[in-house]
């Protein structure tokens, strides 16, 4: 991919990049999940994977409620130091290289006053059930803190973030539309797609083209070619910042697309 | 839930328990999915989890194919010492209390020889896209040999199984027909699973009855009645052995619930 292509007409393609960055990819994993696994360590120091539910709070720290029946509640206890695993939604027999996922790793603290309030808030918002049974004894909010961040996009994108990138990163506000956007677009809009892989992303004799992910800063296209099927990136003018911003910023897009032939 | 409703009529409730083993749950987790999580240990002995793809041996002992690249597998190069959890498919907002979850944990190995050849054979066979990167220099299979398997099966459901018993269990012969035959039995037999619900199930009032499981040993029902919704489970006659012998034996155990009247 070239990165010409990225690059609206008329803006500075060091100044926008026209993807998420890692942290913001980490973010997003985060956000649309609610279900990972936690890799604790035994009393002999051995690993141990569990799976497990969780909350984030406001700067994507993962919020845990674990009894001391479970064994990773037994490790947390005697050691705190934990890794969050978190993979976008997948089907049976996929292979994972088109499935994000994001790996934090740190350690768990319990949290006290004001941010025990916010970790139960959101594990309760996140989890309802959980108001049946976060209050037993055996029961006990943990935070995990990430040290370190690292996202892989599949597709070979990955990258690793800092933990305050991580923690400084926006939610992209349009994660609850992108799927309903992206049926959208390859249901109704084949001829958008194909306007923009010929005439964005450089593949003048594409002869079809489906979105296969989007955020707020543009789409991922698969392409047809007479060389064999391409991903490329179609970036939108600008981020967008408002949920249902996506329609307004794909129309520009196909606008600009149509133009550049 | 009383034992006594789990046994078939004449049969020996001691020599049939109606549902799967641990071990057999444990095999059955295993058996429907090829991605996991992995947990690890880093240089400093801390915990790294990561989402990974994998395939099953006949004994149920896990297959990566792991590239030097990645966290886990310098980590594996290491330290051996491996954990793999595995979850059934679960949809987004669910918070897991219906879901079944395995943790193998042990050492992983480097194959050789036969079993190379069948770690290979079964990896590419599960993730058929490993062939174009499976043979490449900085990727290597492992077989993760369990020594502890822990099962979680949801709604209060959880044991451990032995290594033996969990290596020498059988993959549920009916597995790849189950979704199927839930639908089905909701959509159109609520009135047989009403009648197993009242006649099986010893819940004479119930008032409507949904399949939400099914095994080659019986079904588990969540039942309307008027405390509230109860999960039981009714059992087949015997063991089902093929895996198209769902249907017949909730033919049986239809007719049984409606004798029992």
Chains 1, 2 share one sequence.
């Not at 970790?119 to 029961?139: K, L, V």
């Not at 959208?184 to 001829?191: E, K, M, S, V």
């Not at 990136?233 to 981020?239: G, K, Y």
Request: hydrophobic share 45%; net charge negative.
């Amino acid at each position: 991919m070239s990165s010409d292509h990225l690059a609206p007409p008329g803006s500075a393609a060091e100044a926008y990049a026209g993807r998420r960055s890692a942290a913001e990819e980490g973010r997003a994993v985060v956000a649309a999940a609610t279900v990972g696994t936690l890799a604790t360590l035994t009393g002999d120091g051995e690993p141990w994977a569990s799976v497990v539910t969780f909350a984030a709070l406001g700067d994507g720290a993962p919020v845990l409620c674990v009894s001391t029946y479970a064994r990773h509640g037994r490790n947390l206890a005697a050691d705190a130091r934990a890794s969050l695993a978190v993979a976008e939604p997948f089907g049976p027999g996929e292979d994972l290289s088109d499935c994000a996922r994001v790996t934090l790793a740190g350690v768990a603290e319990a949290p006290v006053g004001g941010e025990l309030d916010a970790a139960r808030d959101a594990y309760h918002a996140a989890i309802p059930r959980s108001e049946g049974y976060s209050g037993w004894d055996d029961f006990a909010f943990w935070v995990l803190r990430p040290a370190e961040v690292r996202w892989v996009g599949g597709f070979g994108r990955m990258d690793s973030a800092t933990a305050a990138d991580y923690a400084a990163a926006e939610v992209d506000p349009v994660l609850p539309h992108v799927a309903g956007a992206i049926e959208h677009l390859n249901a109704d809009h084949a001829d958008a797609l194909l306007a923009m892989a010929r005439g964005l992303a450089g593949l003048p004799h594409a002869s079809a083209a489906r979105c296969r992910r989007a955020d707020r800063y543009g789409l991922d296209l698969s392409i047809d070619t007479p060389e064999g099927e391409k991903w490329e990136r179609v970036a939108f003018a600008e981020r967008v910042d408002e949920p249902d911003g996506l329609r307004a910023a794909t129309v520009e897009l196909t606008r600009r697309a149509r133009l550049s032939r």
